[in-house]
């Protein structure tokens, strides 16, 4: 069976390779998908990556997600990872399992990215790895299979 991975980046990562590259790397966003794409279609996986820097718009897709086939999400939620109950509720609302992922090791950094919102419902949480966390998370959502 193919599996169909959705990889959702939130706001501010449509600058990764410039920002904070002490924090974030070099890895520009179109590099990090070009390379999930690759590492999705070597395990007979497909994969669409979708960025946005708005809350209501990173809720729409993954309520779409809900119809178009998605079997997985991976998903760096940016700071909302911090703040939104609406993004939250919105992977609770699809039931699509998911991992959560950060560049950076957010435990090492100011307390208030300490919390999140989504990695309880997570079944997986990444952090610190860097562009190799989203290679980590494709790879278990390629061979991830739900219980029925
Ligand atoms: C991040 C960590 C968040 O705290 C921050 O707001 C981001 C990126 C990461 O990938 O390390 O935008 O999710």
Request: proline share 4%; charged share 15%.
């Amino acid at each position: 069976m193919s599996q169909s991975i959705l990889v959702l980046h939130g706001p501010n990562l449509n600058l990764l390779g410039t920002r904070e590259p002490h924090l974030y790397g070099h890895t520009t966003l179109d590099e990090l998908n070009a390379v999930l794409a690759g590492l999705a279609t070597t395990l007979g996986a497909t994969l669409t990556a979708f960025q946005s820097n708005h809350e209501g718009v990173l809720v729409d897709r993954i309520q779409a997600a809900r119809l178009d086939g998605t079997d997985f999400i991976v998903i760096n939620a940016g700071a909302y990872t911090h703040t939104s109950v609406a993004i939250r509720d919105a992977l609770a609302g699809v039931k699509l399992p998911y991992v959560e992922v950060h560049l950076s090791n957010v435990y090492k950094r100011e307390p208030f990215r300490h919390h999140s919102y989504l990695s309880d419902l997570a079944l997986g949480v990444v952090a610190g790895l860097g562009p190799l966390g989203y290679e980590a998370a494709v790879r278990f959502a390629a061979q991830h299979v739900e219980p029925v």
